[in-house]
């Protein structure tokens, strides 16, 4: 755990801009997080020890790379508490309105904690001025936003469902969305385009491709092809191309990460809708079956009125249809046999 926040925590601090110590781009929120939720709290000693060796070797002293750690790993934490109670834990992204809660809490709401340890302790040690605190701020949540939003989605659904099970012709299709990703990526973020139409709204080419995704094939794959459509456009915006490109790397960035936070909770939502539709269409096809198996050729005992059951026992009537529905019963008497049975209920 520790080894995989120390790699993906350096290949972000690449992209510090503001300062050596915030970035943009921060995967090791999501890496977090999805530790958390998935292995449960006791991983916090390798997310500290991996946060510290991050920053212990970048910049600051050991006071403030065990003040910025205790933050990251605080973030992690909170984040994952507050998934677990209010967004239904490592399935928060089963059900859309799971997700809402889940972009507000771990996206927006435990972020805060990181970015404000972690900036308040580089200046309390010296290391980056009060004047420059809010645009550090702002770097630092931001960047742990979007790896909270981006990165945490595919961990939490690959952990859940591992298995490939595709039919030929939908590895065709897959094929086909991975060759129009890669496409599209390229002429969007790619500087494909003639440098006078490079800056024009054509982001929003990309949306119809996760939702492709997320149609056809589902939450893993939709959050995967958001992952890489990130990793695209992430590459071109800091070679000045495409619609985010700015006069600064770390604007250009914000911009970017900012539309690929919205764009990744769109993904994901329109991903869980489609899952539960097919849930539900599968509940109706076992209801239509128990109907179809009420309907079929029963046997039933002409003397006591019982019937034969799936498993070759006589049981009940009522007991054999709630087997097969969710039909309830009550009992009483129709008023033939409250006559016949209670004559003294009907004088004359």
Known sequence: MAAAYVVAGKLGLQLAFVHASATAVWPPTGIALAAFLVRGYHVWPGILLGAFLVNITTVGSVATSMGIATGNTLEGVVGAYLVNTFANGSRALDRARDIFKFAVLAGVVSTTVSATVGVTSLTLGGFASWAAYGSIWWTWWLGDAAGALIVAPPLLVWSVNRRWRWPREQGWEALLLVLSLL????????????????????????????????????????????????????????HGFGPFARGTPNESLLLLQVFM????????????????????????????????????????????????????????????????????????????????????????
């Open 183 to 238: 496409l599209v990526g390229q002429v969007v973020f790619g500087g494909w385009l003639p440098t006078g139409i490079n800056n024009s709204p054509l982001e929003f080419l990309c949306v119809p491709l996760l939702v492709w995704a997320a149609f056809r094939f589902g939450q893993r794959e939709a959050a995967t092809a958001t992952v890489a459509l990130s990793a695209l456009a992430l590459w071109g915006t800091l």
């Open 261 to 348: 936070g919205t764009i990744a909770v769109t993904t994901m939502t329109v991903a869980a809708v489609v899952a539960e539709r097919r849930d539900a269409e599968k509940q109706r096809e076992g209801l239509m079956d128990s109907l179809k198996t009420l309907r079929g050729l029963l046997r039933i005992c002409s003397y006591c009125n019982k019937i034969r059951n799936d498993q070759g026992l006589w049981i009940r009537l009522e007991a054999y249809i709630q087997e097969h529905s969710e039909a309830k019963f009550t009992h009483g008497l129709c008023p033939e046999c409250a006559q016949r049975h209670y004559p003294q209920l009907y004088p004359g």
